[in-house]
């Protein structure tokens, strides 16, 4: 075991797929499908919590039923490190209503940005007034999803 990392069996394994998949699934309704009484299925989710493995639940938001139709990936290189701080930059990026996530990445491009829209008009107008603008800005590359499926992650199946 390497320090930090916690020993999971099938069980722990089954719930995290499970919670994966619906973050609002009762111990009950958890129990059920792995074969365990509720308050063990609850004493396990706990621990998972307690451990950090499990670290919240999310909301899934349908954007496309808000009106967001696009999103767009972007690879930021940034033009003047040395005149700009990371923090700033990261600062403004995250002050734009329309960027979802901000990652600091290795490789061809310094940040990569997620970035949803009304439409490519939309994108275009976010783009030019918003992203351009952000200090620090050189080249940019865009990449807009086609589509996208949602996988477990490493929790593998038993």
Do not use: C
Not at 6 to 12: N, P, R
Not at 32 to 56: F, H, K, M, T, Y
Not at 84 to 106: C, G, K, N, W
């Amino acid at each position: 075991m390497t320090a930090g990392v916690i020993d999971l069996d099938d069980i722990d394994r089954g719930l995290l797929r499970a919670l994966a998949q619906d973050g609002t699934l009762s111990a009950g309704e958890l129990g059920r499908r792995l074969g365990l009484s509720q308050p063990a299925a609850w004493r396990r989710v706990r621990r998972l919590e307690e451990a950090g493995i499990l670290a919240g639940r999310r909301l899934e938001v349908d954007r496309e039923k808000l009106g967001f139709g696009v999103t767009v990936f972007l690879g930021v290189k940034l033009a003047t490190k040395g005149r700009v701080s990371l923090e700033d930059f990261e600062r403004a990026a995250t002050a734009i209503p329309e960027v979802q996530v901000v990652q600091h990445v290795l490789g061809l491009f310094d940040y990569r940005l997620r970035v949803v829209a009304r439409d490519l008009v939309d994108f275009e107008r976010v783009l030019r007034r918003r992203i351009m603008t952000l200090p620090g800005v050189g080249n940019v590359e865009a990449n807009v999803l086609l589509t996208e499926e949602r996988r477990p992650g490493p929790l593998g199946q038993p």
